[in-house]
């Protein structure tokens, strides 16, 4: 593992790293993009500059004026001061420790001199490298470098000790298992099971954009069985049901996070019942509805499989923006096998199925001599019946059949 590829940053950081030695501080790089040189990533031209110094917040904005084009200090009480210079975000912070107090939701946070202590509360090892800028080596006290080549997760300390710091690091624990192809070491998973009720300390926001991060990488199947394994699966998602059954729907449904969320929730309630539980999990109202929106189609389509061609029809236009989801967690759920094939042949058929009607709403009022209300409703619900009983309407067909609707 080498740290070439960071020979552009550290150039492209050689002003700012030599204003604060003038200073007497040093300054570092951190956080994902150390890990993701080490791994032989490639570099993107769009990544934010996370570094830590030991020179206090006053210090930094002192030695960022006149260097950075626009500064704000907004995370100053936690030790960070952001800065843009050109294009590039950068964020700069004292070294620190922090904690959660047993029933707080925010951080108590402590300035520290050395690196090593900074170090020491981030999350986990792959994460608790830096390197000196510009041209300093890799600080790696607690064999993050190892760990990546050896494909293990660990903490820094005692994982009981870090995830009380911050218990939203038991959901990092499954996003990088994931995302890296890790394996969790013993301590680190019986801590997760532990002290999965400290979960409850922190903001519902915060937990749902974690799990939205874990449902959007290539395969996170690894990350939810730790989720189910410690507990945390039904405090992040609501009602699951049956684990294995769960994780074998996720395999099955491919990549897309809606689809994934509601795969995982098929069996944990009615989709009233998700819709709840995602909406006091905060998830935005978008996601509780398409996702309440694909169970409600994938569950009525289960339970009674359409035996006619009219029943399908009805099935479809039902479904409509939710379709593609809907017979994708259906077959997931084992009893349509031949679902996605049938509707694609009948798509292929009658593309203008769930297309707008042949006869819009002033069309049937003109034919019919109707004012707006609830008759050209109707109007329009009979010719939506004949539609799907019958099959592709020309325009004189429905025509003809209102009119003779209309006088019966």
């Not at 604060?20 to 994902?32: K, T």
């Not at 952001?82 to 925010?106: C, F, M, N, Q, W």
């Not at 945390?232 to 609501?238: Q, T």
């Not at 309630?269 to 309440?292: E, F, H, I, N």
Request: aromatic share 4%; hydrophobic share 45%.
């Amino acid at each position: 593992m080498s740290l070439e590829r960071l020979a552009p940053v550290r150039e492209e950081a050689r002003e700012l790293a030599g204003r604060f030695a003038a200073g007497g501080y040093r300054i570092y790089l951190v956080g994902g993009i150390v890990r993701d040189a080490m791994l032989g990533l490639p570099l993107e031209t769009a990544f934010d500059l996370d570094l830590t110094t030991d020179a206090q917040p006053t210090a930094v904005k002192s030695i960022l004026e006149g260097w950075a084009d626009t500064l704000w200090t907004q995370g100053e009480r936690f030790g960070t001061i952001g800065a843009r210079k050109g294009d590039r975000r950068v964020e700069i912070t004292t070294h620190r420790t922090e904690r959660y107090l047993p029933d707080s939701r925010k951080p108590e946070v402590v300035f520290a001199d050395a690196i090593e202590a900074d170090l020491s509360r981030r999350d986990f090892t792959i994460n608790a490298m830096a390197v000196e800028l510009p041209d300093g080596e890799l600080v790696d006290p607690f064999g993050g470098a190892d760990d990546l080549r050896v494909g293990r997760l660990r903490t820094p300390l005692d994982p009981e000790e870090t995830f009380s710091d911050d218990p939203l690091r038991m959901l990092r624990a499954a996003r990088f298992l994931a995302q890296f192809e890790l394996s969790a070491e013993p301590p680190l998973v019986a801590a997760t099971v532990a002290m999965a009720d400290r979960l409850s300390i922190v903001a519902a926001e915060r937990i749902r954009d974690e799990l939205d991060r874990l449902l959007a990488l290539p395969d996170p199947g690894t990350g939810f069985k730790l989720l189910f394994k410690s507990g945390l699966a039904e405090r992040v998602l609501g009602p699951v049901g049956d684990s294995t059954a769960a994780l074998d729907r996720l395999r099955r449904v491919g990549d897309d996070p809606i689809t994934r969320l509601a795969a995982l929730l098929a069996g944990g309630g009615t989709p009233d019942d998700v819709r709840v539980a995602l909406s006091k999990r905060r998830a935005t109202t978008a996601v509780s509805r398409a996702v309440s929106a694909v169970l409600a189609a994938a569950h009525r389509i289960v339970d009674q499989p359409p035996q006619t061609l009219p029943e399908l029809r009805r099935w479809v236009v039902d479904a409509n923006l939710h379709l593609d989801k809907a017979v994708i967690v259906a077959t997931a759920l084992g009893a349509v096998k031949a679902l996605a094939t049938d509707v694609a042949a009948l798509l292929e058929a009658e593309p203008d199925l769930c297309g707008p009607p042949v006869l819009g709403g002033q069309e049937i009022m003109d034919l019919l001599g109707l004012d707006p209300g609830p008759d050209v409703g109707a109007a329009v619900e009979e010719l939506r019946r004949l539609r799907l009983d019958s099959g592709p309407l020309s325009a004189e067909e429905a025509r003809n059949h209102l009119l003779r609707w209309r006088s019966s």
